[in-house]
């Protein structure tokens, strides 16, 4: 069986590799080409080096969104990751109903970010009217709003995996720990999070690469107001792209800094918290 496999491998790997190829390698590596081009289509693109690089760092729209997303990246990660292991705790009990909150708590994952950023920025709007303001009057507004929101959507789907890793601890474990007389809180650091470390790789992975990535949400809720202060790395690439002409050049650098940005953050998350699952 093994030697069929062996021998038929490239066949059933060259259409999904040529698939690949068209839909991801090609297009990429154009667009590290582009990078280094000024250029309004693909066709009539002209070398100029590493100067849309450099009109980047010149740039205080791109560093603003820089530093924007990541205070965003560091308080949705904490916040998203803890509120979920907290409910993944809480429905892991024997209680009735555990399963319809798991659902209810879930649904929002569903929802569509654009959808998701009009529901809540009316939702928003119709508390602040109240003290005559609106979210994009000040931009902590539009801070705050996109991390509720973002807590909204993702929690749910943070819990159902952390979930999965609290069942799977091993109940030998749980029951050495009592007969031992560790207290709750002690069996939660020294042998449910060390067990479930594989859940936490995971949900900080995606929530590490969901919070750089963001986008529709940005779009939805704020679209960058007031005056660029809340829009985040992926709408300022938009709209340096698509909204200054000339720029379509330093656009696709942006990208390409942004991709080696989101890269190296998410395979250092994952380097270091394998690191942990391995000791343990």
């Known amino acids: 069986m093994q030697k069929t496999l062996k021998r038929y491998f490239s066949i059933f790997v060259l259409p999904t590799l040529i698939a690949f190829s068209f839909a991801f390698i090609i ?11 000024e250029f309004k289509t693909i066709t009539n693109a002209t ?8 009109k980047i760092f ?7 969104a820089f530093l924007f997303t990541i205070r965003f990246a560091v308080v949705s990660i904490a916040t998203i990751n803890l509120f979920a292991f907290a ?8 209680i009735k109903g555990t399963n319809l909150f798991r659902t209810v708590f879930f649904m929002p994952n569903l929802i569509g970010g654009i959808i998701l950023g009009y529901i809540w920025q009316q939702m928003i709007n119709a508390i602040l009217l109240r003290y005559e303001t609106t979210l994009v009057a000040n931009a902590n507004y539009g801070f705050w709003g996109l991390i509720i929101l973002m807590n909204w959507q993702l929690i749910g789907y943070m819990m159902i995996i952390y979930i999965a890793g609290l069942q799977n601890v091993p109940t030998e474990l749980m029951e050495a720990a009592q007969i031992d007389g560790a207290t709750g809180w002690q069996t939660l650091l020294k042998v449910k999070i060390p067990m479930v470390m594989p859940s936490i790789t995971i949900c900080l992975f995606l929530t590490v690469s969901n919070s ?14 007031p005056s660029k202060k809340t829009a985040m790395l992926a709408l300022d690439i938009y709209n340096t792209f698509y909204g200054r002409s000339g720029y379509e050049g330093v656009g ?16 250092s ?12």
């Open 269 to 280: 998350q994952l380097v270091l918290t394998r690191r942990r699952e391995v000791e343990q």
């Open 58 to 64: 010149a740039d205080k729209d791109f560093i603003n």
């Open 252 to 267: 696709q650098a942006k990208a390409v800094l942004f991709f080696i940005v989101v890269a190296v953050i998410a395979l």
């Open 87 to 94: 409910l993944a705790l809480a429905l892991t009990r024997r």
């Open 27 to 37: 297009p990429f590596v154009m667009g590290v080409y582009l990078s280094f081009c």
């Open 212 to 225: 750089f990535k963001l986008f529709d949400q940005n779009l939805a809720l704020t679209a960058g107001a």
């Open 47 to 54: 070398f100029v080096g590493f100067e849309n690089y450099i």
